[in-house]
C-alpha cells in the first residue's frame, strides 16, 4: 500500500468523523478497524443527535455544528434520519418546576422549548398515562439516526465515492512516528489519528492510564417491532434525564430535584439509571439505560438494572408490547469533567475520545476541529 496522508485506527463514529473532514480537505485516507465492522458504543446506543441537552454557547454551537455535518452525510450516503424531537415528562412536582424553570431561563439562546400542561402531551406521543403526568417540555432538537446502518452506510460512501481505504478484521499492534504494524502488514502515514473509544489497553495504555481514563458501562434494551404500525415520534425521557442534562444546570430548583430524586429513586442513582425510550425505523423501541463507571467487568448484566428501567418507563408511556427480544451492554471511555480528549502521545499520531458518551452529538465537530488543528 503507498503511503497516505491520514491512518485512521478504529471506523466507529468518531473515526468515520475524522475520514470525513480529511477527504474535505483533499487528503488521503485509510481507516484500520480490528472487527469486520464496527461493534462499539457507536451501534449499541440510540441513535440520538441530542442538541436539545447541550449547554447554551460552546457546546451547543458544537452540536448544532455536528449536525449539519449528518444532515449532508446522512442525504449521501443513505441512512435513514428523522427530526424525532424530545418529550420530557414530569411526574412529580420537583420535575415539573424544573421544566417551568427550563422554559424560561433557556428563552433567549438557541432551544426551542415549549412547557405543555397535561392535556397536550397526547398531541406529541401516544400511550401516555395522563392521569400521572403533569405536564411536560416539548423541543423539536432530537434526532434519530439508524444506529444499526448508518456507520456501514458511511463507510461504503467514503470508500466508493472518496477512495478511503478500509483494512476491516485488521488488528493495530503498535504505532510510531510516521508507521502501524498491524496484523495485514506494514502501513505508512503522515498523521496517525486513534479513535478507538474504550479501546485504550493496546496503543500507548501509558499515556491514557495516566490521566485517570476508566470506562461506563451501560445496560439497554429492544422490545419487537410494536404492533399495528403504531408509532412513537419523540425521545420519551423523565426527571432522571433533568438531573443528567446541561439543558437544566442553571435551573434553581435542580437541587431540589435532586433531593427530591434520593429519596425516591434511590435504587436508580446507585445504577445511574436515567430512562430514554425511542422507536427505531423497524417499529422496535430501544430502552435505557444505566451507567456504571470504572473498569466494570464484561458480561455483568442486572436484571434488577433492567427492572428499574422497565419500571420507570412504565410510568411514562405504556407501549402496546413491552415484551423484551434483546437486551446488550455498551461501553464508552469516561473522564469525569472531560467531554473530549484529544493526546499526542508521539510525533505524528494522536487519540482522539469522547469521554462523556455523547461521540454521536458531537463526533463532527470534534473531528473538523482536530483536522483543522493537524492540518491548517
Not at 184 to 201: H, M, P, R, W, Y
Not at 230 to 253: A, D, H, V
Request: glycine share 8%; proline share 5%.
Amino acid at each position: 500500500m503507498k503511503q497516505v496522508d491520514v491512518a485512521i485506527v478504529g471506523a466507529g463514529i468518531m473515526g468515520l468523523a475524522h475520514a470525513i473532514h480529511a477527504v474535505r480537505a483533499g487528503l488521503t485516507v485509510a481507516v484500520f478497524e480490528r472487527s469486520p465492522e464496527a461493534r462499539g458504543a457507536s451501534v449499541r446506543n440510540f441513535g440520538m443527535l441530542a442538541v436539545v441537552a447541550q449547554a447554551p454557547g460552546k457546546q451547543l454551537d458544537a452540536a448544532q455544528r455536528s449536525l449539519a455535518c449528518w444532515q449532508e452525510v446522512a442525504l449521501h450516503a443513505g441512512i435513514a434520519m428523522r427530526r424525532a424531537g424530545c418529550l420530557f415528562l414530569a411526574r412529580a412536582p420537583e420535575e415539573m418546576q424544573v421544566l417551568e424553570e427550563s422554559a424560561v431561563v433557556n428563552r433567549d439562546n438557541d432551544h426551542s422549548l415549549e412547557l405543555l400542561p397535561r392535556s397536550a402531551l397526547s398531541d406529541y406521543a401516544p400511550n401516555l398515562p395522563s392521569d400521572q403526568l403533569l405536564g411536560g417540555l416539548w423541543s423539536a432538537d432530537a434526532w434519530k439516526v439508524d444506529q444499526r446502518q448508518a456507520l456501514a452506510r458511511i463507510a461504503d460512501w467514503l470508500q466508493s465515492e472518496h477512495g478511503v481505504s478500509f483494512h476491516f478484521s485488521t488488528n493495530v499492534h503498535s504505532v510510531t512516528t510516521g508507521a502501524l504494524e498491524t496484523s495485514a502488514g506494514t502501513f505508512k502515514a503522515g498523521q496517525i489519528i486513534l479513535c478507538g473509544g474504550d479501546e485504550f489497553e493496546t496503543l500507548f495504555p501509558d499515556t491514557f492510564r495516566a490521566l485517570g481514563v476508566t470506562r461506563c458501562q451501560l445496560q439497554m434494551l429492544r422490545t419487537p417491532p410494536q404492533p399495528d404500525n403504531w408509532q412513537l415520534k419523540p425521545f420519551i425521557l423523565g426527571g432522571l434525564s433533568m438531573t443528567r442534562y446541561n439543558l437544566f444546570e442553571t435551573c434553581p430548583s435542580l437541587p431540589a430535584l435532586k433531593d427530591y430524586q434520593k429519596t425516591h429513586y434511590a435504587s436508580h442513582l446507585a445504577h445511574g439509571v436515567h430512562v430514554i425510550a425511542c422507536q427505531e425505523p423497524d417499529g422496535s423501541i430501544t430502552i435505557g439505560d444505566s451507567h456504571a463507571y470504572g473498569d466494570a467487568p464484561d458480561g455483568g448484566r442486572s436484571d434488577e438494572i433492567d427492572q428499574l428501567i422497565l419500571s420507570d418507563l412504565s410510568g411514562m408511556i405504556a407501549l402496546p408490547d413491552p415484551r423484551i427480544s434483546q437486551r446488550w451492554i455498551g461501553h464508552y471511555a469516561y473522564l469525569p469533567s472531560r467531554e473530549t480528549l484529544i493526546l499526542l502521545p508521539t510525533d505524528g499520531v494522536t487519540a482522539v475520545t469522547m469521554t462523556n458518551g455523547q461521540g454521536m452529538t458531537h463526533g463532527f465537530s470534534v473531528a473538523e476541529d482536530v483536522i483543522q488543528d493537524l492540518f491548517g
